[in-house]
């Protein structure tokens, strides 16, 4: 079973700090690999996807990944309070159709 | 506007009844997608489609049926058969080639009276 794993939290960080947000998985065949925002009652909303082994910057978003380690995180700069949602990383198996799979959630938490 | 929109944002379902749940979109994209979200819990795929008149079982088959018969339109059939089936549900799209991201609609979400 390909499987995401997340750091359920919550992961509660002050105003202004850096967040940082973590992932695993076990599919080593992985190529594509998405962050989603999710607030209470909503649905996931697409912050940053990554492709390539690095760093790719999008605003106060970072989103990191090393293949060799099969690891992708994400940090968030300036951290506010709107920010406090359930964060999703979600992996494109190495399969033939475009199916992703899903961690379970980070709870980010950015308290004044 | 683009988007995907699905109907309704609430709905119940009475024992032994079969209810569907609409997901249309005007992206023009190839694929689509359903999911089913528990409290706590990740994105589970039920259903998913690459292109109209074909579709594949995710994770989580059991219990829904779904059609494509137009690109714009992907409906959910939770069954009888679906004896859990209180959950938030996602619908999804994209274009369908390569790794490209995945867009959902606002949810629906279902619970048993």
């Known amino acids: 079973q390909k499987e995401v794993e997340q750091n359920s939290g919550p992961l509660s960080v002050p105003e202004g700090a850096i967040a940082s947000l973590n992932c695993t998985y076990s599919?080593?065949?992985?190529?594509?690999f998405f962050w989603y925002r999710q607030y209470s009652g909503k649905s996931p909303e697409l912050i940053m996807f990554?492709?390539?082994?690095g760093d790719k910057e999008d605003g106060r978003f970072t989103a990191q990944l090393n293949k060799a380690s099969q690891y992708v995180s994400l940090l968030i700069r300036d951290s506010q309070p709107s920010d406090s949602a359930t964060y999703l990383c979600?992996?494109?198996?190495?399969?033939?159709?475009?199916?992703?799979?899903f961690g379970a959630g980070t709870r980010l938490a950015v308290h004044p | 506007d683009g988007g995907i929109t699905q109907s309704p944002k609430y709905l119940f379902r009475k024992e032994g009844q079969n209810v569907t749940l609409s997901c249309e979109q005007n992206?023009?994209?190839?694929?689509m997608y359903w999911y089913r979200q528990d409290p706590g819990q990740g994105l589970r795929l039920i259903y998913y489609?690459?292109?109209?008149?074909?579709?594949q079982k995710g994770d989580i088959a059991e219990g829904y049926s779904v059609s494509r018969e137009k690109k714009e339109s992907f409906p959910l059939t939770v069954t009888s058969a679906q004896k859990n089936p209180t959950a938030f549900y996602l619908c999804?799209?994209?274009?369908?080639?390569?790794?490209?991201?995945?867009?959902f609609g606002d949810g629906t979400r279902l619970s048993i009276l």
């Open positions: 489609s690459q292109i109209v008149n074909d579709f």
């Open positions: 599919d080593r065949g992985s190529q594509s």
């Open positions: 990554i492709y390539s082994n």
């Open positions: 979600a992996v494109k198996n190495s399969g033939g159709y475009n199916k992703l799979i």
């Open positions: 999804a799209s994209n274009p369908g080639q390569g790794g490209q991201p995945q867009h």
């Open positions: 992206l023009n994209h190839d694929a």
